[in-house]
């Protein structure tokens, strides 16, 4: 991690990429979400949503994140495109300088508003995108949407103007029959790259954990499933949550699935939603600063948490693996169980290694 110091007396670190959350606003309805503003279940802590920041209060983010060190920018939401300032942002990016065109930047978005006009400014401002497909025939049950082909068609466009593209797919227990299909179609339409995420709880998924929570053979299952679709196409791809190497068969047969194992929390990447609040990440419904506070991060003990790796399960301190293991999602753990030094729930069951 290269990060810059921002506060000599808590030795707080900033990670050099930002996920920046520009709207509350979506127009899909996934059961998967994981945003925690989202959240309705009975008894999950109520997450406040602050006034979404104007156009110059996100100059003036910026302006700070790129005097902390910061580097590389994820736009999401809600749902990007939502955001009336997400044009005017990219070009405040990259034409004023605040960081440089090495910089990376990726826009998360769902596809339903996608347009020629967003991917030609896509590519004028060189940008990643990266569309949401969970599921084919399961994409209106998981979002409330009918757009697939929609999703599919744009993938299609981006590639003849010349974009880099991700197909992102969450995994659940209603998709996962046909997750070869999904992950084929997206990479055949014209998607460079897969994202894999299994699905946690948190966020308006809280509400349908039973429906959705894979299996310990899912887990496992959904891996060998992409790097079979990866080999096919010759194409490459990655898990965005870390998995717990004891929930693996075999790490070191992904050739072409990369599958990380260790936590970036707090220390490859962190989280401003869309009034300026700061989090470890964007699973996360635990506030821990602020964008125009001084200094920014003033809950700094949890921050330190993620920083120090102080959060690993007592189940698991004495595995073999542990200095290259995080022990999976710890911010599921922390939503699913109350705290942050549980176990991820998708290793109850399994024997932890000696």
């Not at 405040?92 to 996608?114: A, K, P, Q, T």
Request: glycine residues 8%; contains cysteine.
């Amino acid at each position: 991690m290269t990060a810059t110091k921002i506060d000599s007396a808590s030795g707080v670190m900033i990670p050099t990429t930002a996920i920046l959350e520009l709207t509350y606003k979506c127009n899909h309805k996934c059961k998967f979400c994981s945003c925690p503003w989202e959240a309705t279940a009975e008894g999950c802590t109520k997450y406040e949503k602050g006034a979404e920041m104007t156009f110059e209060e996100w100059k003036r983010a910026l302006d700070i994140l790129a005097s902390l060190g910061v580097k590389n920018l994820s736009i999401s939401g809600g749902e990007a495109l939502m955001c009336e300032h997400l044009l005017p942002i990219l070009d405040y990016i990259r034409s004023r300088d605040v960081f440089n065109r090495g910089s990376r930047i990726v826009v998360i978005s769902n596809g339903l508003l996608m347009n020629e006009d967003y991917l030609r400014a896509f590519k004028k401002y060189d940008v990643h995108l990266s569309m949401s497909l969970p599921g084919i025939e399961t994409f209106k049950y998981h979002t409330g949407v009918d757009n697939v082909k929609g999703v599919l068609h744009w993938f299609g466009q981006a590639k003849k103007m010349g974009l880099h593209t991700t197909v992102n797919v969450t995994v659940t227990k209603q998709n996962y029959h046909e997750l070869f299909a999904t992950l084929a179609m997206g990479l055949i339409s014209g998607a460079d790259t897969i994202l894999l995420n299994r699905f946690l709880p948190g966020g308006r998924g809280l509400s349908y954990v039973d429906d959705l929570v894979l299996n310990f053979e899912q887990l496992q299952g959904m891996l060998d499933i992409a790097e079979e679709v990866l080999t096919h196409s010759g194409k490459v791809g990655a898990v965005g949550t870390e998995f717990p190497k004891c929930v693996m068969n075999d790490a070191d047969k992904y050739k072409r699935l990369r599958v990380g194992t260790m936590c970036s929390a707090a220390k490859e990447f962190f989280v401003v939603d869309p009034s300026g609040i700061i989090r470890t990440c964007n699973h996360s419904p635990r506030k821990v600063g602020h964008i125009f506070s001084e200094p920014i991060i003033f809950d700094i003990e949890y921050w330190n948490i993620f920083q120090n790796r102080a959060y690993i399960p007592t189940e698991c301190t004495s595995c073999s693996e542990l200095s290259y293991c995080d022990c999976g999602c710890r911010e599921a753990a922390c939503i699913a169980k109350g705290n942050v030094c549980a176990l991820d729930p998708c290793i109850d069951k399994v024997k932890i290694k000696k």
